[in-house]
């Protein structure tokens, strides 16, 4: 039973990373052939872990309800919301989910007028957050967050008109920090993440990293 839970899951693991690591460096069709097979897996797999991530979120509030946790009311609009998406999109505008998807449904008008104002009061409300969070940010405690401050009011003032109504300088200097310093930042922190995935994928290929088996040994 081991061999079957850890043995074969690391040679698979092994393989399969070998393979698309190398198929990269070999220009043959074969090689091609191999990523548009394991592309098409990709999608077949991604479409299980949708079950699951649907499976997983229906538990979840599930427990939440029958437990009578503080909020659970809010649990109940999951169950709901989710039924009546499913049976809209499954109607498919009376032509049924086997045909191809129809216009203006009421599968569409949930997401138009439903889910889409939803997430935009969401991120309305993220705003505020945002806000909250750079004014504790941006308040001049050291030298570092000082420097902070003045790149962010040169650069807030160089994307608005009365940057450059102020001065000619501004949106000059705004542009500076945004294509030298912030663009290497960013650079950097790709690059620490490239290294990051790098060696993460080493480690799951060779088995060292082992925590998509489940932890343990």
């Known amino acids: 039973m081991n061999f079957l839970k850890r043995t074969v899951p690391l040679v698979i693991a092994f393989t399969m990373g070998v393979l698309m690591a190398m198929q990269y460096y070999v220009p043959h069709k074969l ?3 191999l990523l548009e097979v394991m592309t098409r897996w990709d999608r077949i797999i991604a479409g299980f872990a949708v079950f699951i991530g649907a499976y997983s979120l229906l538990h979840l509030h599930w427990n ?3 437990r009578k946790v503080e909020g659970w009311g809010y649990s109940l609009f999951v169950y709901f919301g989710m039924a009546i998406t499913v049976i ?3 109607l498919n505008g009376g032509k049924f989910f086997w045909n191809n998807k129809q216009d203006g449904t009421m599968f569409d008008w949930l997401y138009s ?5 939803a997430g935009a009061t969401i991120f309305s409300i993220l705003a505020f957050f945002i806000a ?4 504790r ?6 030298r570092e967050s000082t420097v902070l401050l003045l790149a962010a009011i040169v650069v807030m003032l160089g994307r608005v008109p009365i940057g450059n109504y102020i001065s000619h300088y501004i949106p000059v200097a705004a542009d500076w920090i945004m294509a030298v310093p912030n663009l290497a930042a960013k650079r950097g922190i790709l690059l620490g993440v490239s290294f990051g995935a790098i060696a993460t994928s080493i480690k799951i290929i060779f ?5 998509y088996l489940g ?3």
Do not use: M
């Open 88 to 90: 809209f999109g499954l």
């Open 215 to 217: 932890g343990g040994d």
């Open 31 to 33: 090689s091609q052939n």
């Open 113 to 117: 007028y439903i889910q889409v104002p």
């Open 137 to 142: 940010t941006f308040r001049a405690r050291t």
């Open 64 to 66: 939440r309800i029958k």
């Open 207 to 211: 088995g060292i990293e082992r925590s």
């Open 132 to 135: 909250s969070s750079a004014y």
